[in-house]
């Protein structure tokens, strides 16, 4: 029990000193998550004053979201990369595009990154854009894999390297145009009658999945990444694989759940299961109407006086308690909630085929926990644990337990057990 006291203490602490260096509203869930990954990047311990200066620049680089990309990336500016002279490969760059020329006697197209007043930062455009130039030139940009030119005198200009990771940002206003417009088909229109592989009609969707990379070897030896995007139409009643291949996978880094696409020119390839699979290729350009979630007043149900709360919604309309400002009781349970953050302690468990069904209980009551992707021997020694990815799930006879899947992004850590708390104290 002291050791709980110990880390809510520290956890409340934090959210407060946080509060005053920064403008930003970091939740209790945010603070306890990025707290315990440091504690497990560093078993020997971690100061304080270190876990608040880590923790301020997560929050000033995050904005104090836990993101939705399938990789966590940095964000970066132009002014960044003109006052650095360098540029990161992984991070992503969103900008407005100024103007755009060709080099004296040939066909190169340049494109000047950037805002009047704050500078400019010129980058060589592929040619698989040359054809959306009037639409570059009115838009925002985000894109990586980006490479400086290496400078040949000190007074030369910093130009980027062509790339092909880019997505065109759009408005919600310039999304409905481009749904009205004609020019791009439902995801369910558009792959209807695929028999053969060819390049489908230009198609919209939403970004309901975001896999995780897979490393394919043939029996020859050569070595394939992939990464496999589900998508959806605007009513969810048709799902659709998009598979990045290889460096295109570095794609996601842009993307996030939620996100509707408007793909010009996928590559289409009919299954055995007679489904379509979509592909980028070459030719393939994506134009990006980014996810802006809704949120939902949710009333808090313990203690009396707490004040109700907005709980931002995910694009399947679930509530995602990610953002919920204080610390989440299992009395605040409510049927849809996704990612939940709880600090319980683990009162009994036992091992079914699948899972492994735990009771705990905080100050408010008991609940029941179906774990996916852990065994019984790391609960063993497990008292007071925190757990993160917890969905509510409403049982036959109309109760709510929790379930946490540890295969889909969910985390378990036993708190009491973990070396670089026992070593920070």
Not at 79 to 108: C, F, Q
Request: charged share 20%; net charge negative; proline share 4%.
């Amino acid at each position: 029990m002291a050791e709980l006291e110990k880390f809510l203490k520290l956890v409340d602490s934090l959210q407060t000193k946080l509060q005053q260096y920064t403008a930003i509203k970091l939740s209790w869930s945010w603070i306890c998550l990025k707290l315990l990954k440091l504690l497990s990047n560093y078993p020997s311990g971690v100061t304080k004053a270190i876990i608040l200066s880590e923790l301020h620049n997560e929050a000033e680089k995050t904005g104090g979201k836990l993101t939705t990309h399938s990789h966590s990336c940095t964000s970066c500016a132009v002014g960044d990369i003109l006052e650095s002279k360098s540029v990161a490969y992984e991070s992503v760059l969103e900008t407005a595009v100024s103007t755009v020329y060709t080099v004296p006697n040939t066909t190169t197209k340049v494109i000047q990154l950037g805002s009047e007043g704050k500078g400019h930062l010129e980058m060589y455009l592929h040619k698989k854009f040359y054809h959306i130039l009037d639409v570059l030139t009115t838009h925002t940009l985000r894109l990586t894999c980006c490479r400086l030119v290496s400078r040949t005198s000190p007074k030369s200009k910093l130009h980027l390297l062509p790339t092909e990771h880019l997505a065109v940002l759009l408005t919600p206003s310039e999304e409905t145009e481009f749904k009205q417009s004609g020019r791009f088909l439902s995801l369910s229109d558009a792959t209807a009658d695929i028999h053969e592989q060819t390049y489908c009609e230009n198609l919209f969707a939403n970004v309901v999945d975001i896999g995780k990379e897979d490393v394919i070897t043939t029996s020859d030896g050569n070595v394939f990444r992939r990464m496999t995007l589900q998508l959806s139409n605007d009513e969810g009643t048709s799902s659709t694989p998009l598979v990045l291949w290889d460096t295109y996978t570095s794609l996601t880094r842009l993307l996030s759940q939620g996100d509707t696409l408007f793909i010009e020119r996928p590559y289409a390839k009919p299954s055995s299961s007679g489904q379509c699979c979509l592909e980028y290729a070459p030719g393939t350009i994506i134009y990006l109407a980014p996810y802006r979630p809704q949120e939902e007043i949710v009333p808090s149900q313990y203690p009396s006086d707490r004040a109700p709360v907005l709980v931002v919604k995910t694009d399947q309309g679930k509530l995602d308690y990610l953002t919920y400002p204080h610390r989440l009781m299992i009395a605040d349970i409510v049927p849809n909630i996704i990612n939940a953050v709880m600090l319980l302690e683990i009162t009994s468990f036992k091992d079914t085929c699948q899972d492994v069904t735990v009771h705990a209980k905080d100050s408010t009551g008991t609940t029941l926990i179906s774990v996916r992707g852990v065994s019984i021997d790391k609960l063993t020694n497990c008292q007071w644990a925190v757990m993160s990815g917890l969905v509510s799930v409403v049982g036959d006879s109309c109760s709510l337990s929790l379930c946490c899947d540890l295969y889909k992004g969910g985390k378990l850590f036993n708190v009491e057990g973990m070396q670089g708390w026992q070593a920070s104290q």
